[in-house]
């Protein structure tokens, strides 16, 4: 049939947009169900994070004044393990960027830090905690963060992450840890009298004495530990949360451009393949007009060629 390579052409095209179609909405299920789950364990954030921040007193300093009275700064930034999820990525490199100096340290957690942060910054970038995200987020790989911060010589850890709003909006937030001494002489300075800390009755009853009146030099570093990890814990959650409603909303649109390509090719598919048929048809219907003219005024051929 002559035209057949274009026909050929849409249909091949059509099957394929159908095929991506089918993907495209099978990875939206899948990461709905994931995303309605860590929706319920994140639901108890702001119960356990608001004790952690009496205790860690998180600082709401301007960065620029934060980064002068610190020596050397870690920075944790939480991104995403795959693609597709709008710009929570880009945002978090942007803001990296900005702040970044000398005295600046990166400790990223997910794959995507790992494969831009060494190239976007060289000098500042350490090393990355990988965590595949087939288990929901524990305490066990908040601890597990912790341990890898006390590897580094910092003044002030910022744990950076996307904290969820809702579903289409989710923005940049962040943690200011202050290192375990500067904390521990903040403690021991209200403490002793009528600080925040003792009123709020979240030190003052901790066992610093064992049972045979020896100081128990750990249990403070421990309870710091313990709220750090719930500090990073909580921010896991959110950003994993955050990275599950951005997919969600990146793979709606790449359904709607989908949807609309599959259409277009559908449609021109159907009227290639009706003016093929018409065509054919108008040489059929010639052919035989002319044939049946031919027989009227007495022309015979014998042989049709």
């Known amino acids: 049939m002559p035209g057949g390579g274009k026909l050929r052409f849409w249909k ?10 089918q993907i495209v909405k099978t990875i939206k299920m899948v990461t709905l169900a994931k995303y309605r789950q860590t929706i319920a364990r994140t639901k108890t954030r702001d119960e356990t994070l608001r004790y952690s921040r009496k205790i860690l007193d998180v600082a709401d300093e ?37 702040v970044s100096s000398p005295k600046m340290e990166i400790l990223a957690i997910g794959k995507k830090g790992m494969d831009t942060l060494p190239k976007l910054l060289p000098d500042n970038y350490k090393r990355t905690i990988i965590n595949d995200m087939k288990q929901a987020m524990s305490f066990q790989f ?6 890898h911060m006390e590897t580094f010589d910092w003044d002030r850890a910022q744990i950076i992450y996307s904290r969820f ?14 290192k375990y001494e500067t904390w521990r002489a903040r403690v021991e300075e209200e403490s002793a009298g009528d600080g925040k800390l003792e009123e709020d009755y979240l030190v003052q009853n901790l ?5 045979l009146g020896e100081k128990e030099d750990g249990t403070l570093e421990d309870f710091y ?23 969600i909303i990146a793979v709606e649109n790449q359904l709607a451009n989908i949807t609309g390509l599959m259409e277009l090719a559908d449609y021109t598919y159907n009227k290639t393949r009706k003016e093929l ?8 219907i010639g052919t035989m007009t002319a044939m049946v003219s031919g027989e009227s005024s007495g022309l015979k051929k014998e042989e049709f060629w």
Do not use: W
């Not at 059509?14 to 095929?19: E, H, I, P």
């Not at 709003?165 to 202050?178: K, T, Y």
């Open 142 to 147: 908040a601890a597990y963060v912790v341990d």
């Open 277 to 284: 048929i018409t065509a054919e048809l108008l040489e059929i």
């Open 62 to 98: 301007d960065e620029s004044d934060l980064a002068d009275k610190s020596n050397s700064l870690l920075f944790v930034p939480f991104t995403t393990n795959r693609g597709s999820c709008g710009n929570l990525n880009s945002q978090m490199f942007r803001y990296l960027e900005e």
């Open 165 to 178: 709003h809702q579903a289409s909006v989710q923005r940049l937030a962040a943690f200011n840890i202050p």
């Open 207 to 211: 066992p610093l004495m064992t049972a």
């Open 12 to 21: 091949e095209k059509l099957d394929g947009y159908k095929k991506y179609h």
């Open 225 to 247: 530990k313990f709220h750090v990890a719930l500090t990073i814990l909580n921010a896991a959650c959110e950003n994993e949360l955050s990275e599950y409603a951005a997919r």
